[in-house]
Each structure stands twice: as C-alpha cells, then as structure tokens.
C-alpha cells in the first residue's frame, strides 16, 4: 500500500492512530456518514508502528468540536487530531478522556433518572485505560463495552 | 466541612471523620431529648417528605426525628394522589415543594432521583431511598446502632447475612464500615453472593473479607450478625428466587453456637430470616436499631438547617 499522507485533503480534519476497527464508530458517531456532509476517507487496519494495525479517518472541510473530540477519546484513546489548511497540517493534538463526561453519554441503566426525564448526563472517569466511568446519578459503573453501546 | 446546607445523597460522600461527627451528633442529641423530653433546634422550620413510593417507616422516622426537634412536617406519601400523576416532572415538583419548606427528604424509585432533586434544589435535600442505589441515612442508624451497643466500631467482626447480591443496605454497610478496622464477614447463599467488584474494593481499602455460605461455622466468632431479607421484587426471574427463598433463618438453636455478646441486627421489615423466639434474647437489638434511627435523623436535619 502507497504511504497514506495525512496532507492529502485540502481542508478538513486527519483522524489518525485509531485503534484498528474503531474507525467506523468514530464515522459513525460523528454523523459524518450523512449525504449532506463533505467527503469522508476511512482507511482500516494499515499498519502503525506504535499500534500494529491502526485506522484513519479523513475529513473534508469540516473541523471538530471540542465535544466532539471528547467522544473521539471515548471510543479511540490513542487517537491524533491533525487540523489541515491548504494541505498542510496546521496544528495537531492528541486526544484525551477527560475527568468529568458531561452530556455525550447516555446511562445504561434503565432505571436511572437520566433516562427518564431531561437531565445533561454527568460521568466521572474512574479509570482511563481501560476505561470505566461512574453515573453522577445512579453511581452505576460503565466499562468500554456498555460506553460505546452508550455514544 | 460547612454542613449547614448540605445535600445527603450518597454514603460515598462521606469522609470517616463526617461519619463520626453525625454520630456524635445523634449521641448528643439522644441524651439531650431523654433530659428536656423535647427539643426546639428547628423551631419554624419545616421539612417536606416527598415520598414518590410509599416506605411507611421511613417517612415516620423522619417525621418523628423533625417533631422532636421542633419543627413541622408536610408532604405526601406516594405520588398517586400528586401532580406527579399528570406528568410533573421531578424537577419541577421539587422547585415548587422548595418554596414551601427548608428540607427536603426524598424517597424515589428511580436511581439519581435524590441527586437531581439535590440540583435543582436551593435548600438541602436528603436521600431517603433512590431506587436500588442508595439510602445513606438507614447506614449511618446502622453504624450508630454497632458505635453504641459496643462503644467502638473499630476491632469488631462482623458478619453480613442474606442477600449480599442485591442488598443495598449491606453495600453501603459494608463500604462505610471499610474506614474502620473490623473483620468483615460476607455470609450468603451461592446465588447471591457480594458483587465482585465490592468485594475487590473492600480488600483494597484493608478491609479482611471472609465469604462463606456457612452461618453455623462462622456464628461463633461474630460480635454482629447483620441480617437482610431476600427482596422478591429485586429478583429478575421467579426461579432465580425460588432457589434461595428460606436458605437461612437464625433461630435459638442457631445462637446457641454465638457468642454470649453477639448482637442481631435487621432493617426490617423480616419475613422468616430470624424467627420471633429470638426477639426476647439480649441478641435482638433491631427494634434498638429502629429507635436509634430518630436521633440519627435528628441530627443529620439539625446539621443541614444549620440550627444545631
Ligand atoms: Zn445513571
């Protein structure tokens, strides 16, 4: 495979070092899969020297919120952010899990009061890697599986 | 720490040193009342008892606990005969209640209800039962009940009976009695064992955890026998329940093997897991227990109005 340049896209944003198959969930979390939306490139298990096998994702003409760089770090820790202008990558950051979650997530217990009546959602991290987090409310623990079930 | 204003929402809030100053709080109070028959600490002020499920003992407890301090009551004790029933949302019956009363004690059946109302709330809010989660005020009683039948908590060994699995009473117990240095002992049927990872966090903190499905082979060495009930309703299927229901009942012949100072405990309300003999033995201290939840309550109400 020919070396995937990050500076290939003119405007938009690089999403790189995503652990391998997490690519589309990020896609897929990101609303970016809609019609209306600019190109999206998804690269899959191509191979990374600091993780194996990792996935990209290319975005044109659309750059990320903080929220949503929050979620990016929910699903993909180890994830880079690479913000391009006129080909060239102006400024890049790595994601990270903040301490408090606040409103990105759902609970998942059914019993909690979040699911049934208009609250912004509040966890707090426990643990990042891997990662577990506490509902403010319930104080029912989430680990990665039930997060991601949970975006 | 300013407790004037303070929510009570979750045991987890609390640091070792909050939990022995309600207790010392309660103590106080407790010989206070027993001298002057009758306090006025919260003179004029009131507490609302929003129970959105009905817990009968709990909101009487409560209500005793604010009429020995002097103060007034209002509420409701279940939410059919309330606005709730035309769609309020809980947000929007506590910013209403709030402007009628001081305190709020709320009893819910969802989980993180008490700590919405505490959000939304100006005034202090307490936590009378969210769901399964949390009910902090029935774990301080219990800790009361242990500090004042043995005049410590620390050095104990104490043994926690029946439904470890979906026991919120014996979850609380157990992390707030991991400050002390008590040996713990976890006795329940297989199928309802303490989660795993309470377990993991007891041992973490220093706590010695000892699990076993044998009473008779660990009474003799308990100072507190802590019994629950097994809740039918929290059981996902019906066979699930049928499997443990009657697995365990303390009864004379059991205490026979305990040791002369073992004292019983129970939330209550029991079914068959301590059979009534025993509730004229030195070992029943559960109405005790049920007693010691009005000076406990006294003093967390006195605490959050800043009035004593
Ligand atoms: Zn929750």
Redesign the pocket.
């Known amino acids: 495979m020919a070396e995937l340049k990050v500076s290939a896209i003119r405007e938009g944003t690089v999403i790189d070092h995503i652990s391998a198959g997490k690519g589309l969930k990020v896609i897929e979390i990101l609303g970016l899969g809609r019609l209306n939306g600019g190109a999206v490139l998804l690269a899959m298990n191509v191979p990374s020297k600091k993780l194996g096998r990792k996935d990209i994702v290319k975005v044109e003409g659309r750059f990320l919120s903080e929220e949503e760089v929050n979620k990016i770090a929910l699903i993909a820790p180890s994830a880079t952010v690479n913000i391009i202008r006129d080909y060239k990558v102006v400024e890049k950051f790595k994601v990270e899990v903040p301490d408090v979650i606040e409103g990105i997530l759902r609970?998942a217990?059914p019993n909690?009061?979040?699911?049934h009546e208009y609250v912004t959602?509040k966890f707090y991290v426990i643990n990042k890697e891997p990662l577990k987090v506490r509902?403010y409310?319930?104080?029912?623990t989430m680990e990665e599986d039930e997060i991601l079930a949970n975006l | 720490m300013e407790w004037k204003g303070r929510d009570i929402i979750s045991i987890r809030d609390f640091s070792k040193e909050d939990i022995e100053f309600v207790l010392e709080t309660a103590e106080r109070l407790e010989r206070e009342l027993r001298e002057k028959g009758h306090l006025e600490y919260a003179k004029g002020k009131i507490l609302a008892t929003l129970f959105f499920e009905p817990s009968t003992r709990t909101r009487l407890s409560f209500e005793s606990a604010m009429h020995r301090l002097g103060g007034a009551v209002i509420g409701f004790a279940e939410a059919s005969t309330t606005s709730v029933k035309k769609g309020e949302s809980l947000r929007d019956t506590i910013k209403t209640v709030e402007q009628y009363s001081d305190v709020i004690v709320i009893r819910h059946p969802k989980?993180?209800a008490a700590r919405l109302a505490a959000e939304v709330a100006e005034i202090p809010v307490i936590n009378a039962g969210d769901g399964s989660n949390q009910h902090p005020t029935q774990t301080l009683l219990d800790l009361y009940t242990i500090k004042k039948e043995f005049g410590r908590i620390d050095g104990l060994k104490i043994g926690l009976l029946g439904d470890l699995k979906y026991g919120r009473t014996t979850h609380s117990l157990a992390e707030a009695l991991s400050f002390y240095d008590v040996e713990l002992y976890l006795i329940s049927p297989e199928l309802l064992r303490m989660p795993r990872h309470i377990v993991e966090e007891l041992r973490e903190r220093g706590v010695k955890v000892k699990e076993t499905s044998d009473l008779e082979a660990v009474i003799g060495e308990l100072d507190v026998l802590y019994v629950t009930r097994i809740q039918k309703e929290r059981f996902p299927d019906e066979q699930e329940y049928l499997k443990v229901k009657g697995s365990y009942q303390v009864n004379l012949a059991i205490l026979a093997k305990a040791k002369e100072n073992l004292k019983v405990m129970h939330p209550l309300p029991r079914v068959d897991e301590i059979h009534p003999e025993v509730d004229g033995t030195p070992h029943a201290i559960y109405f005790k227990q049920v007693f010691n939840g009005v000076p406990v309550r006294m003093a967390l109400l006195g605490l959050v109005l800043g009035v004593i």
Not at chain 1, 112 to 115: E, K, L, R, S
Not at chain 1, 137 to 140: D, P
């Open positions: 609970c217990n909690c009061i979040t699911n959602t509902c409310y319930c104080e029912r | 989980e993180g």
